[in-house]
């Protein structure tokens, strides 16, 4: 269903042009989504992988297992869609203070990313709702730090930004007016909280998605906190205990669908064909981390099963197993601060992960010695 109101145009003026800046209509879609019975099957497939991936919680006798490489490769892909070079790797080796492969501002932007998501979750989990105020938290932890600090971290914009293009004039798209953002973000809250009326979870954090990145509240970060508002929608309303989806790797492998469908539903109101593209990167994602998840767990079963077999060595060589679990890429120093055993102890236990090819020692540019677990959700 395609409709003849989606929003409103108003002319502004900005760098010396005159332009037109949309003001998107209020959530939810008038009229309403029209349920076909393909959509709805997607739907449905959807948030049957959510819960197979949410269950996953249930068999996590470490969640910092899997959820230290999960929130970290979210991070990275998300940062990857914005322009920045960072690896996994490269931001394991900068959160340990060690020397990434890339410009150290890009490893501490993918940094600062974990550190808003952080910052997000625990603030629910304290009892604060998903609010104008908590993404203005969120954005500020964002850029709080590195080269977004000149870039007003944690405040609403108060000037004309504008997408795409060299200058306004040619802009792929034109938010609305920094006069209109007030106006379009108390009803975006008040769609966040189903006033005045309920939408399913999974619908509400497709919509606001494309609600959020339309409105463009921000100077700088308004992606990246668009996709972080999934992960914190869906935990708000309970579908995933734990941020254990990335859909960044989806939007990025799409990236070029994923806009041309964000224009859409500006241009023609064809939030259908959104909401089946959404649907099928949610059932894609989870079912991929679901896969790895399980994966990861099966593999750090069996090498606590080899490490077992050490015989006396077994007990600090499983501490350190244990420890690499939490962060897959450590020093020996900091193993010596996560277990409380000796540097000389750890340095053993290293060596015997190694003879069991559990472990393996990154060379090249390092202090100390850096060890890696086979633990990593890279695949």
Not at 31 to 38: D, G, K, L, S
Not at 219 to 225: F, P, S, Y
Not at 265 to 274: C, L, P, Y
Not at 311 to 339: D, E, F, K, M, Y
């Amino acid at each position: 269903m395609k409709r003849a109101v989606t929003g409103r145009y108003v002319e502004t003026a900005t760098a010396g042009e005159r332009v037109r800046a949309f003001v998107p209509a209020p959530l939810p879609p008038k009229p309403a989504i029209e349920w076909t019975p393909r959509l709805r099957a997607k739907f449905d497939a959807a948030l049957v992988a959510l819960g197979r991936l949410d269950a996953v919680t249930d068999l996590l006798p470490n969640a910092s297992l899997v959820l230290y490489g999960f929130v970290r490769k979210e991070a990275v892909l998300s940062s990857m869609i914005e322009g920045t070079q960072s690896s996994l790797a490269d931001l394991m080796l900068f959160e340990l203070d060690e020397q990434p492969g890339v410009p150290i501002e890009d490893a501490r932007e993918v940094s600062r990313y974990v550190a808003a998501l952080d910052h997000g979750l625990r603030r629910m989990r304290e009892g604060f709702p998903l609010s104008l105020r908590l993404i203005r938290e969120v954005h500020g932890v964002l850029l709080g730090d590195g080269r977004g600090g000149t870039l007003k971290p944690g405040e609403f914009r108060q000037s004309q930004v504008w997408i795409g293009g060299t200058r306004p004039g040619n802009a792929a798209f034109v938010p609305p007016p920094a006069n209109e953002i007030a106006g379009c973000l108390t009803p975006f809250e008040r769609f966040l909280h189903d006033r005045a009326e309920v939408t399913p979870p999974l619908m509400k954090a497709a919509l606001a998605h494309v609600q959020f990145e339309t409105i463009h509240p921000f100077l700088d970060g308004n992606g990246r906190v668009g996709r972080l508002l999934i992960s914190l929608q869906l935990a708000a309303d309970g579908l995933l205990r734990e941020p254990l989806l990335y859909l960044s790797l989806h939007f990025k492998e799409h990236r070029q669908t994923y806009y041309e469908l964000l224009n859409r539903v500006r241009k023609s109101g064809d939030w259908e064909a959104w909401l089946e593209f959404f649907a099928d990167a949610v059932l894609t994602s989870a079912t991929q981390a679901a896969g790895s998840a399980r994966r990861l767990l099966d593999l750090a079963s069996a090498d606590a099963g080899r490490v077992e077999k050490l015989g006396r060595p077994s007990a600090s060589a499983l501490a350190v197993h244990r420890a690499l679990q939490r962060q897959p890429i450590a020093t020996a120093a900091s193993l010596s601060a996560a277990t409380g055993l000796t540097p000389a102890t750890v340095n053993k236990a290293l060596a015997h992960l190694e003879r069991l090819a559990i472990v393996s020692e990154l060379t090249g540019k390092l202090r100390g010695a850096c060890s890696t677990t086979r633990n990593t959700p890279a695949s």
